[in-house]
């Protein structure tokens, strides 16, 4: 990861021209430069799992229709992705594989192909997604996919997906997330430290296919974007706002990207929860991390006004420099961005979809940006896809020892320690974390607490008093109540009266001379 050599502050943002029978869906580059899209027509919007899989060039010449017909949606997937093949070949769907004949610019026939994922981590009562995010590596070979589950919240897996008589299997399995989040502190009995965090919503092979850039959180305590390296074990955070910020997409030399985050929407960035920083911040509210997407995501795809991106970043910049914000790449505060977001091969050109808010994705649109002044580096070589993943598991019974709760006491590195607590019993659960005189430095000290309760079909709810002193100032005194995850309006703040008399959602952050309030986010 490099300085960037060009500012990437001048782009041309513009729409591809479609023909007027196309209902959009999806798009993305290919890896040869063209755009694949899928779509609907007025003789198929009606019948359902069916689908028109086109071709043409990002200035909408060349159209050209490869595949018109039903592909089945399997139970527990998570619908149809597209992930073209380094090879040009083929595109991963999620469920199959669709083989173009000669190869997908100049396709002449077609052929789908159903996927086999491995029956103890489809099968298994606790899963509800067997995938929700799939990718392909550079390689044509290796595919990591996210397992939603009902008890770990999410599982990881990577493995080789092999063409066989009639179908692709998925062989040599590995899981590569934490399997527990906490574990015995060696150098304090009777304590627990936290294990890091692995694993998320996969979203890219990169480091030419031996790194993914998945969805998770190292030192914020709110989501980001992370680099998970399958060589080692290192993990290197991407994005550092305080909202939420979740897919980054690197170009073809590794040194830009495109990041789905709220940092431009004023009043619907979630950043009071993540102002303060915290030790152990985003394991303590690992709880709302799915009302804070759907309150920051769905809401604003459904109803809310705001934006989620994409925003165009400097991947050096964004991991040194603080407050850096990068390029917003929306353009009209009525579209809202969907996946994925996507580079051409020159490095010059991103592309993403983008949804008329409230349509339910009726009407599409897909973006381009052109990078006006900057001079991409050489793309990263394209390798093999590692085996020898050293934190991988290749036992894949070991989800049926999974106990997402925990109680214990985490030491401070210099003094005091943290009373933790986490009950989870499927999508609802419970957390507090109580901070006494915790500092890990000796310069900053924490005192107080932060809780969350939380249920899928009830609603959320995060209550903080905390104090930082030292050389960094901080104060958490709020509350904010979330309704339920589901409904034509999910996630909403609730502001009406509680129990005590006092608002469901009050109070402030504060962090070195900078205050949000939760009443800002009152729609």
Same mark, same amino acid.
């Given at each position: ?223 980001? !974007?992370?680099?998970?390296?399958? &060589?080692?074990?290192? *993990? ?9 910020? +979740? #897919? /980054? ?112 994705? !009726?009407?599409?649109?897909?973006? &381009?940006?052109?990078? *006006? ?9 394209? +390798? #093999? /896809? ?138």
């Amino acid at each position: 990861m490099e300085k960037r050599n060009a500012s990437i502050e001048s782009v041309e943002i513009s729409s591809v021209t479609l023909p007027d029978f196309v209902r959009l869906l999806s798009g993305t580059y290919t890896y040869s430069g063209k755009v694949l899209i899928s779509y609907k027509t007025e003789n198929d919007i009606h019948t359902a799992d069916f689908y028109n899989i086109a071709v043409l060039n990002d200035d909408g010449t060349d159209f050209n229709t490869i595949f018109s017909g039903v592909i089945p949606t399997k139970a527990k997937a998570n619908g149809i992705r597209y992930m073209p093949y380094q090879d040009n070949t083929r595109v991963l769907l999620g469920d199959y594989v669709l083989e173009c004949t000669p190869d997908i610019d100049t396709c002449r026939s077609t052929k789908i192909v159903p996927v086999t994922y491995p029956s103890i981590l489809e099968e298994d009562e606790r899963t509800t997604h067997h995938w929700s995010e799939v990718i392909i590596a550079p390689d044509n070979k290796h595919i990591s996919w996210t397992i939603l589950r009902s008890d770990l919240g999410a599982a990881v897996a990577i493995g080789v997906l092999e063409r066989k008589a009639d179908c692709y299997a998925i062989e040599n399995v590995q899981l590569i997330n934490n399997m527990h989040a906490f574990e015995q502190d060696p150098n304090n009995p009777g304590f627990i430290i936290p294990c890091p965090i692995r694993g998320g919503e996969v979203k890219q092979f990169v480091r030419g296919g031996n790194a993914i850039s998945v969805v998770g959180g190292k030192h914020n305590c709110t989501p980001d !974007s992370i680099l998970q390296e399958l &060589t080692s074990d290192n *993990l290197t955070q991407i994005t550092y706002t305080p909202g939420y910020d +979740e #897919t /980054t997409i690197f170009s073809p030399d590794e040194r830009l990207g495109i990041v789905m985050s709220t940092r431009f929407s004023k009043h619907t960035d979630p950043a009071i929860f993540g102002l303060v920083p915290r030790p152990y911040g985003i394991y303590t509210g690992m709880g709302m991390a799915w009302f804070l997407y759907t309150y920051a995501v769905t809401g604003i795809r459904k109803f809310r006004d705001g934006n989620i991106g994409p925003v165009l970043i400097d991947i050096h910049r964004s991991m040194n420099e603080p407050g850096y914000k990068g390029v917003q790449l929306t353009s009209d505060e009525n579209w809202v961005y969907c996946s994925p977001m996507s580079w051409h091969p020159d490095g010059k050109h991103v592309m993403w979809p983008e949804m008329m808010r409230g349509s339910d994705g !009726s009407r599409m649109r897909l973006q &381009t940006a052109k990078l *006006l002044d900057y001079e991409p580096a050489s793309s990263v070589p394209f +390798e #093999t /896809t590692t085996d020898h993943i050293p934190y991988g598991i290749k036992d894949l019974t070991v989800l049926d020892s999974v106990d997402p709760n925990v109680e214990g006491k985490i030491a401070g590195k210099h003094s005091g320690y943290m009373n933790f607590i986490k009950n989870v019993s499927g999508y609802s659960g419970m957390s507090k974390a109580q901070y006494v005189n915790f500092s890990d430095d000796g310069v900053n000290f924490y005192n107080g607490y932060e809780k969350v309760n939380y249920s899928a079909a009830a609603g959320g709810r995060y209550e903080s008093d905390l104090q930082l002193t030292g050389s960094n100032q901080g104060e958490m005194k709020f509350r904010a109540a979330f309704s339920a995850l589901g409904g034509p309006k999910p996630a909403m703040l609730l502001f009406d009266k509680d129990e005590d008399g006092k608002p469901k959602s009050y109070g402030y952050a504060t962090y070195n001379g900078i205050t949000l309030n939760i009443a800002d986010l009152l729609e």
